[in-house]
Every structure is written in C-alpha cells, then in structure tokens.
C-alpha cells in the first residue's frame, strides 16, 4: 500500500489483503478504511502494533483492543487509559508479554 496509487489505499479489497499480509500497513491505508472495523480487525490480528495506526475512539473498543493485545502484549501502549485498566485486557497482554506493563 505505501507505493501503490492513492486510489488503492481506497480500495476495500486490496487494502483488506495487505492488511491481512503486514497488519502495519493499515498506515498507509485512506481514512474511511483505517475507520473500518474489519479492516481494523484483520490488521491487529496479524500484528498487534497496527493499534498505533488507527483513531482514538477505535482504541477504546474492546474487542479490537483484546485481539490486539492477544498477538502482541506490548501494544498495550496503545490502547486508551480506560482500556489500559481492565483487567481482561491486562492479563491478556501480560499473558502474551509479561514486558506488557513495563
């Protein structure tokens, strides 16, 4: 996605299948997309750290957050204050990286 056409990061389908290959690329991702819970979804499932890349109020949704935090602990960081406190989300983090609270 980084050296494809804009149009490209437009695009539902290709953006999906990069997001599924290197969850990172949802940077490179349009606006609309990177607001696209699927999307969203399939790139923290690949890796966890494409949490840095999506909008504050997506942080805050449970469920993106705990599959985040299941692929890599340490995106914890990431995740809103409210979110950084609950407990499940926690003792999953530390359960894939006990660094997660560092």
Do not use: H, P, W
């Amino acid at each position: 996605l980084q050296y494809c056409s804009i149009g490209c990061s437009y695009d539902n389908e290709i953006v999906m299948l990069a997001v599924r290959q290197n969850g990172l690329s949802l940077q490179y991702a349009g606006q609309n997309l990177r607001k696209d819970i699927n999307i969203i979804m399939s790139a923290v499932k690949q890796n966890g750290f494409a949490l840095s890349y999506t909008f504050k109020q997506i942080r805050s949704n449970f469920d993106i957050v705990m599959l985040s935090v299941k692929q890599n602990g340490l995106s914890l960081e990431y995740a809103s204050s409210e979110l950084q406190g609950n407990i499940y989300i926690v003792l999953e983090a530390v359960k894939q990286n006990g660094l997660a609270l560092e």
